[in-house]
């Protein structure tokens, strides 16, 4: 289900106000290692999915890891029209919020009952932030290469 990647080099030419014909996918794959001793219940929401057989996406949901698990591939991503993404460009060169992004939410739980859960909200704009992650984690959630 991995998108095909943008070709090195390449140019490509959209008329900036059509309306759908052609279509762009934002992603990034997200995979979970459980680095606690107990089990961690991850609850995915928003633009997050995982691949079924047949390469369709699909809601992530939830997925429980045991300890030193992996989770499976999951993708924050989502359809662009070349005019939304000609109107997010706009937007940020006039130091506006972006209209169009994709959003998700990762909370994590483990199975005690102490109120504690690790969340992480993630934004994919396709293009540069000026905000950058730095670290290697959040919580019993590291972030992979």
Known sequence: M???PWLQ?????????QEGANRLVLQQVLVLEN??????????????????????????GVIVLEPGE????VYLQREFTIKELSENFTAKQAGQ?????????VTAEDDRDNGSTDRLDL???????????TGTGCGGLRRGT
């Open 9 to 17: 080099g390449h140019t490509w030419h959209f008329p900036e106000q």
């Open 123 to 133: 934004v994919l704009i396709g293009g540069r932030s000026s905000r950058s992650p």
């Open 2 to 4: 991995p998108c095909n």
């Open 35 to 60: 680095l606690s001793d107990r089990r961690v219940q991850a609850r995915f929401d928003g633009d997050l999915v995982v691949a079924e057989v047949d390469r369709r996406p699909t809601a992530a």
């Open 97 to 105: 919020e972006l209209p169009h992004k994709v959003l998700g939410t």
């Open 70 to 73: 992996t989770s499976p591939d």
